[in-house]
T-cell receptor, first 113, second 114 residues
Framework: DAGITQSPRHKVTETGTPVTLRCHQTENHRYMYWYRQDPGHGLRLIHYSYGVKDTDKGEVSDGYSVSRSKTEDFLLTLESATSSQTSVYFC????????????FGSGTRLTVV | AQTVTQSQPEMSVQEAETVTLSCTYDTSESDYYLFWYKQPPSRQMILVIRQEAYKQQNATENRFSVNFQKAAKSFSLKISDSQLGDAAMYFCAYSGGSNYKLTFGKGTLLTVNP
C-alpha cells in the first residue's frame, strides 16, 4: 500500500468542540487533499495543499481550516464541530496534482452529536 | 466550474455478464484527465482506470475498459465478466488544465448478483 495514513479512523465528538484530523504520508508527494464523502454528494473538496504552507480552499471549506508545516503532514481542523459536519473524511496525495490521479487514505468517520 | 454527472445512482448485473456505467462531464478545457474509482464496502478508494483526453485510444485495464467520447463529453466504464468482487460504489472523476484537483461525480452503486 502507498504510504498514507489517516488518524483517527473513527471519532465521535460533541457539537461545538474543535476537532483535528491528521493525514500523514511517507511518499514525499507534493499535493495533498481533504475531501468529505456524504450520501448523494459523492466526494467534495474541502481544502488542498500544493506545498509546505501553501494551501487553498475547495468547494466546501466553510467551518474548516488546514495546516501543512511539513511535507508529510496535512491537518484538517473543524473549528467548532456541527452536526452537518458528520461525514467520512478522506485524505489523498498526488505527485502531479490531478494529472496522475490520487492515492487515498482509508478515511475517518466523524460523528458530531 | 467543471461538473461530473453520473446519471445512474444504482446498477445491477449478473455474475459473468457485462455492465456499463455512464459518466458525462462539462468542461471548456482541451487538455484534461478522466478517472474511474472503485469504493468497495471497506471504504478504500481504488483507482480503476485513467484516460488522457488527448489520446484517442480508449484505456483498458484487464476486464475494465472505457468508452471515451470527447465530443460528447462522455466517459463510460465497461466491466466485462463481472465478478462478485466488483460490487462497489464507482466514482467518475475529472481533472482539467492546471487546477491540480479532481472533481467527482456522485457515484453509481453496482450490485453483482450470483
Amino acid at each position: 500500500d502507498a504510504g498514507i495514513t489517516q488518524s483517527p479512523r473513527h471519532k465521535v465528538t460533541e457539537t461545538g468542540t474543535p476537532v483535528t484530523l491528521r493525514c500523514h504520508q511517507t511518499e514525499n508527494h507534493r499535493y495533498m487533499y481533504w475531501y468529505r464523502q456524504d450520501p448523494g454528494h459523492g466526494l467534495r473538496l474541502i481544502h488542498y495543499s500544493y506545498g509546505v504552507k501553501d494551501t487553498d480552499k475547495g468547494e466546501v471549506s466553510d467551518g474548516y481550516s488546514v495546516s501543512r508545516s511539513k511535507t508529510e503532514d496535512f491537518l484538517l481542523t473543524l473549528e467548532s464541530a456541527t452536526s452537518s459536519q458528520t461525514s467520512v473524511y478522506f485524505c489523498a496525495i498526488s505527485i502531479q496534482g490531478g494529472v496522475d490521479g490520487y492515492t487515498f487514505g482509508s478515511g475517518t468517520r466523524l460523528t458530531v452529536v | 466550474a467543471q461538473t461530473v454527472t453520473q446519471s445512474q445512482p444504482e446498477m445491477s448485473v449478473q455474475e459473468a455478464e457485462t455492465v456499463t456505467l455512464s459518466c458525462t462531464y462539462d468542461t471548456s478545457e482541451s487538455d484534461y484527465y478522466l478517472f474511474w474509482y472503485k469504493q468497495p464496502p471497506s471504504r478504500q478508494m481504488i483507482l480503476v482506470i485513467r484516460q488522457e483526453a488527448y489520446k484517442q485510444q480508449n484505456a483498458t485495464e484487464n476486464r475494465f475498459s472505457v468508452n471515451f467520447q470527447k465530443a460528447a463529453k462522455s466517459f463510460s466504464l465497461k466491466i466485462s465478466d463481472s465478478q462478485l468482487g466488483d460490487a462497489a460504489m464507482y466514482f467518475c472523476a475529472y481533472s482539467g488544465g492546471s487546477n491540480y484537483k479532481l472533481t467527482f461525480g456522485k457515484g453509481t452503486l453496482l450490485t453483482v448478483n450470483p
